[in-house]
C-alpha cells in the first residue's frame, strides 16, 4: 500500500467516508493544512472560493502541479441559504470529491465553509441547526464568524456555537474585527480577547481573521494589508499557537502578499474574486485585480475566458440589475448553467486560466510547494483523520465566566470603524 493510499485509509474524516464511501479523493480537515503550512514555515495555503465550477476545477488542478495542499472554501453569502452562486455549502464538497476523482487529483484539500456569518444573538439558535447540515454534506473546516457583533458577544456567540455543533476534528477559524479596509481596524487586545477566552473554554482555533487594512472584492486603493500591524497581532498570540487566515487577497499585489508569508503567521489565504474574474476572461494585473477602461468597465480579454457572446449577455444581465464592479459577482448563480453549457473548448480554457494564475501564486507568491507530502506525512504519523488539538489551555475558565467575558468586553473599546453591513 502507498502512503498515499494508506492516507486515503485513515485520513479522511468520518463524514467525508460516509457520503464518499468508494472516493479516491483525499478530503482532509483544515487542521492538516495549517499543520502542513506550519511545518513547511513561512508557507501559505491557497483557500480559493469555488464561485464557480471552472475555479474549483482550475484550483485543484494548480494545486496538483504544485504538490500543494489546498483548501477550497465558499462563504455564506456566496453560498449559504441567501447564495449569489451556483455553487454552495452543500454541494461544493460534491463537486470537489467528483473533480478529484475525474482529474486523478492525489493533493490533499481541506473544504472550507467560510465566513458562516453571526451577526446578531437571534442568529446563534439557527446556525446549531444548519451548522450539522453543512458538515453533512462534506465540508472539514469552518470559520465561525461573529465578528459583526460587539467583542463580548462575538466571543460568547462562538463559544456556544463551537461547542455544540462544530466536530472537534474539524478545522476552525475565528474572526475578529469586520473586513473594512483601513477603517475599524484590529487591535492586540481585541485579538488576545477573542483568543483567550476561547482557549479558556477548550477551543483552539487554525487560524484568526482579522480587519488588517483589506477589504473584500476589487480594490479601488493601494490601501491593502498592514504587514507590521497584523505581524505585531500574531506574536502576542503566539502562546496560543493560532495561525492567521488573511482575507481580501486580490487587492494586494504579490511582494506584499510574500510579506505576510515572510513575516507573519499566516498559513491561509482567501481567493475569490480574482478567481472568478480570471475564470470569466477579465483582463487582470500580476495579482488577479480587474483593470478596468477609461469608463470605468471590465476588459473581456478576446478569445479568453466565456465566449464574447457569454460576456455580452453577462454585461447586460448586469446592466439591467444596475450591478456595477464588484456586484457583478452576482452573476455567478443565473449564469452558472449557461457557462456549464458551453463548447468543450471553452470550459477547458475557463478552467486552466485560473490554474496557471493559481499556480503561479501557490510556487513564487504563497511557498506551498510540496506541502501535499508534509500532510501525507503528518497523517501516516498520527493514523488519524484528526491531528488532535493545535494547542493546549494556558487561561483559567473561572476568569472567562459570562459575567467576566461581558465585563471584560465592555472595557476594550476601540474604533470599530463605521456602521454598515459589510460583506463577508
Excluded at 111 to 116: L, N, S
Excluded at 183 to 191: I, K, N, Q, R, Y
Excluded at 230 to 238: G, M, R, V, W
Aim: proline residues 4%.
Amino acid at each position: 500500500m502507498t502512503d498515499f493510499e494508506r492516507a486515503l485509509e485513515i485520513g479522511r474524516p468520518p463524514n467525508v467516508k460516509k457520503i464518499f464511501p468508494h472516493s479516491k479523493a483525499l478530503l482532509v480537515s483544515g487542521k492538516y493544512i495549517d499543520l502542513a503550512m506550519t511545518r513547511k514555515g513561512r508557507a501559505i495555503c491557497m483557500a480559493a472560493n469555488g464561485r464557480n465550477h471552472f475555479v474549483i476545477r482550475g484550483a485543484l488542478a494548480a494545486a496538483q502541479r504544485a504538490n500543494s495542499a489546498l483548501i477550497i472554501e465558499i462563504a455564506r453569502s456566496e453560498g449559504g441559504a441567501a447564495a449569489y452562486c451556483g455553487v454552495n455549502f452543500w454541494n461544493i464538497a460534491r463537486q470537489v470529491d467528483a473533480v478529484c476523482n475525474e482529474l486523478g487529483i492525489t493533493i490533499p484539500v481541506a473544504v472550507h465553509a467560510d465566513h458562516y456569518g453571526i451577526k446578531k444573538p437571534g442568529d446563534v439558535a439557527p446556525a446549531k441547526t444548519e451548522i450539522p447540515s453543512l458538515f453533512d454534506a462534506g465540508i472539514t473546516s469552518i470559520a465561525i464568524d461573529a465578528s459583526h457583533m460587539p467583542d463580548d458577544e462575538n466571543l460568547l456567540a462562538s463559544i456556544d456555537i463551537i461547542q455544540s455543533v462544530v466536530p472537534s476534528w474539524a478545522g476552525l477559524e475565528t474572526e475578529v474585527g469586520e473586513i473594512k479596509g483601513k477603517e475599524g481596524l484590529s487591535t492586540v487586545d481585541e485579538a488576545l480577547f477573542l483568543i483567550q477566552g476561547l482557549n479558556a473554554h477548550d477551543i483552539f482555533p487554525n487560524w484568526i481573521a482579522l480587519n488588517n487594512g483589506t477589504t473584500h472584492g476589487i480594490q479601488a486603493s493601494d490601501q491593502g494589508i498592514q504587514v507590521e500591524l497584523t505581524a505585531d497581532i500574531h506574536a502576542a498570540l503566539a502562546p496560543y499557537r493560532v495561525s492567521g487566515a488573511q482575507h481580501g487577497t486580490s487587492g494586494n499585489d504579490s511582494e506584499r502578499l510574500r510579506e505576510i508569508a515572510q513575516k507573519t503567521r499566516t498559513t491561509k489565504a482567501n481567493v475569490a474574486t480574482a478567481l472568478q474574474m480570471i475564470s470569466w476572461g477579465i483582463e487582470v494585473n500580476d495579482y488577479g485585480n480587474a483593470i478596468l477602461d477609461a469608463d470605468g468597465n471590465f476588459i473581456k480579454v478576446k478569445g479568453e475566458g466565456v465566449t464574447e457572446e457569454m460576456w455580452e449577455a453577462m454585461v447586460a444581465h448586469a446592466a439591467a440589475q444596475d450591478w456595477k464592479g464588484g456586484n457583478f459577482k452576482k452573476l455567478n448563480l443565473p449564469f452558472e448553467n449557461r457557462l456549464l453549457g458551453q463548447p468543450r473548448e471553452v470550459r477547458e480554457r475557463m478552467a486552466r486560466r485560473v490554474e496557471d494564475f493559481a499556480y503561479n501564486m501557490m510556487t513564487s507568491v504563497f511557498n506551498a510547494t510540496d506541502t501535499a507530502d508534509i500532510v501525507i506525512e503528518a497523517i501516516l504519523a498520527a493514523d488519524s483523520h484528526d491531528p488532535g488539538p493545535k494547542a493546549e489551555r494556558i487561561e483559567a475558565p473561572a476568569d472567562w465566566t459570562p459575567e467576566q467575558i461581558r465585563e471584560r468586553g465592555a472595557s476594550l473599546g476601540g474604533d470599530k470603524g463605521p456602521k454598515g453591513d459589510f460583506d463577508d
